[in-house]
């Protein structure tokens, strides 16, 4: 028998401290889907989530990351048009400027009231639940 198993991502929600307002970072997928993203991507073997999403931050913005916690896992089958994933996403905080790298054919700082309309996958939907957590306090409710 064949299995089909969801392939795990993660994705990194990095707020600059060491700016007003603590804007986020996103980048400019260089790569389908075309958009701005929340920096991340694929989860090597044997590597860990959290190591994972310190080598996604390093390689797509050049930047040192402190993972602060785990925010919520993510798994639409339908929330990557390439195939069925499942993220682990973190908020983590960093500081300094930020290099687009990797897959990232630019990269934006961004104010809750600037983020761009053009989001791949569903980070609309997790900048969302973001935003009510980080000025509210109210975590996203599961999904099912």
């Known amino acids: 028998?064949?299995?089909r198993n969801p392939v795990p991502t993660v994705d990194i929600i990095i707020e600059l401290v060491d700016k007003p307002h603590r804007p986020i970072i996103l980048i400019e997928r260089h790569n389908s889907p075309l958009?701005?993203?929340?920096p991340g991507g694929f989860v090597d073997y044997g590597e860990s989530v959290e190591s994972a999403a310190q080598r996604e931050a390093q390689e797509e913005i050049g930047l040192q990351v402190e993972l602060i916690e785990q925010f919520?896992?993510?798994s639409d089958p339908q929330r990557d048009p390439?195939?069925?994933t499942l993220s682990v996403v973190f908020l983590a905080t960093a500081t300094g400027e930020p290099q687009a790298g990797d897959d990232a054919k630019n990269l934006g700082i961004f104010e809750s009231w600037r983020i761009p309309t053009n989001?791949?996958?569903d980070h609309d939907r997790i900048l969302r639940d973001y935003w009510r957590y980080r000025h509210y306090?109210?975590?996203?409710?599961?999904?099912y």
């Open 35 to 38: 958009g701005w993203a929340i």
């Open 119 to 121: 989001l791949c996958f």
């Open 137 to 143: 306090g109210i975590r996203p409710r599961l999904s």
């Open 1 to 3: 028998m064949n299995y």
């Open 72 to 74: 919520q896992v993510y």
């Open 82 to 84: 390439r195939q069925h």
